[in-house]
């Protein structure tokens, strides 16, 4: 994580420790925090408003991160090999979960959980994410037959999947973790083929319907 001032970042630190255990920022006392922080309860005002804001700033810090981690990763490898971009990006991703566990605990639960801000907060990183992973895609021309639309809808479905898959991952041992991860790579290149097909499918001119063949009158056979 980010450098942060002491306090501050023993509090976000401590704060995300005691949610993931209890898979929940809902219910967490100030002076249970404090403790866990190993401060004086006064100390957590001069850093933030109220737990909400510091499960704000939570969820603003991984977004911060792990956003330019991601870009980073598929710019630098598009310039050489190009076809391994998503599988390295998802090696990032899985490696950024790996290193901060309690966050993504917290994320995954607060995605769906009972705080409608923190859920907000959430959804914005994940459109975040796949917002910019549809540009950097668009302009590396990493799919160019897909039309923009579907590479959108690909994006979001892709790095909604990684996330919500992050909290199995993370609870799963050395073996579980590498063929969670070989799936979600198999998962990707099932989607990549399904878009390209989709797109092919669009982009077929619609069939002419033949002329109708006129009906030729019956012949009237003499009396």
Not at 40 to 49: D, E, L, Q, S, V
Not at 177 to 184: F, G, M
Request: aromatic share 6%; hydrophobic share 40%.
């Amino acid at each position: 994580m980010e450098d942060i001032a002491g306090g501050k970042r023993k509090l976000i630190d401590a704060a995300l420790r005691l949610a993931a255990a209890r898979r929940s920022f809902a219910g967490l006392g100030l002076r249970e925090l404090a403790r866990e922080a190993g401060l004086n309860p006064n100390t957590f005002y001069r850093h933030f408003r109220d737990m909400e804001d510091l499960a704000l700033t939570a969820v603003a810090e991984v977004g911060n991160e792990l956003r330019p981690m991601l870009r980073a990763v598929r710019w630098a490898v598009a310039q050489d090999n190009p076809g391994e971009v998503a599988t390295r990006a998802c090696d990032a991703f899985f490696a950024y979960a790996d290193a901060h566990p309690d966050a993504f605990f917290v994320g995954v639960c607060g995605s769906t959980g009972p705080q409608p801000a923190l859920r907000e907060a959430v959804r914005q990183v994940l459109a975040d994410i796949a917002g910019e992973m549809a540009e950097d895609i668009e302009r590396l021309a990493l799919c160019p037959g897909l039309s923009r639309p579907i590479v959108d809808d690909l994006c979001g479905y892709v790095v909604s999947y990684l996330f919500h898959l992050s909290s199995d991952y993370l609870e799963d041992n050395a073996k579980g973790r590498r063929s969670r991860i070989q799936q979600s790579k198999q998962l990707i290149s099932w989607l990549l083929r399904g878009a390209a097909e989709q797109q092919r499918a669009q982009d077929q001119p619609a069939p002419v319907p033949a002329p109708a063949r006129k009906r030729k009158p019956a012949e009237r056979r003499p009396h």
